[in-house]
């Protein structure tokens, strides 16, 4: 199975050169749970068009610093994207800002979160359990990086993933072959730390500083790596037989 990475996102400037691109760790996430996948990757950013979604096997969108409410040329097209590969069923996995514009694009509600700035490892209830995921536990612990939030989801969603700061952490979409989480599977730990010390000046130091001491909890990331590579692998065959 090919994963089509749409790349709507880059590492900030400061973190270049020490950290490898957004496809490249979505591509190491994969590759960690063992299973095999092809890639390919669509810059978006330097202006690579975006295939027809009807003819490819699997699609992954990045996270991005981009807000699903500004004013961006590739926005709308990628909206266009989202919709075209929903109604086609074409296993589609967003993370981050990838699951905001995901669904924005099927009708949610998407806005910058009175809370502020969720960084650092959070605690995410799991609200219901799809067969990709049949032995999660009662939570997981996942880094996150974020100010915006799925205020309200997409009709079409059923919230699987769930904590008191984000409610709408994590979305199965009713074809069963559209997934999307807030927090990120793809960060390893360094990198996470990277990002909170990063934001020193525009989150507060109290914020700051519990996040960077998130980071000595137990991570859960390999667990959802490896419920998001069944749910690609599963939703992949539904297509191949459909």
Not at 72 to 100: E, K, V
Not at 142 to 155: E, G, L, N, R
Not at 165 to 184: C, D, E, I, V
Not at 217 to 228: Q, T
Request: glycine share 10%; net charge negative.
């Amino acid at each position: 199975m090919k994963i089509t990475i749409i790349e709507v996102g880059k590492v900030p400037e400061p973190l270049q050169g020490k950290f490898a691109p957004y496809s490249a760790m979505f591509r190491e996430m994969f590759a960690s749970t063992g299973r095999r996948f092809d890639y390919d990757a669509v810059k978006v950013l330097e202006g690579e068009p975006l295939p027809d979604p009807v003819g490819l096997e699997g699609i992954a969108i990045t996270g991005s610093s981009a807000g699903v409410y500004e004013d961006h040329a590739w926005l709308d097209p990628l909206r266009d994207f989202i919709r075209q590969a929903y109604a086609a069923q074409t296993p589609m996995l967003g993370i981050c800002f990838g699951h905001q514009v995901m669904a924005d694009a099927l009708g949610g509600d998407v806005r910058k979160s009175e809370k502020g700035w969720g960084l650092g490892r959070h605690h995410y209830r799991v609200t219901r359990r799809p067969d990709f995921m049949d032995l999660a536990p009662d939570t997981l612990s996942v880094v996150c990086s974020h100010q915006d939030q799925v205020i309200v989801p997409p009709d079409e969603a059923e919230v699987i993933l769930a904590s008191d700061f984000t409610p709408n952490a994590g979305l199965l979409y009713r074809t069963g072959q559209a997934l999307s989480f807030q927090p990120h599977p793809e960060f390893d730990d360094s990198y996470g730390t990277a990002l909170t010390e990063l934001r020193r000046g525009k989150a507060t130091d109290e914020v700051i500083e519990e996040a960077l001491g998130s980071f000595s909890s137990a991570s859960d990331s390999a667990r959802l790596r490896e419920y998001i590579a069944q749910f690609m692998q599963d939703a992949g065959t539904r297509h191949q037989a459909g």
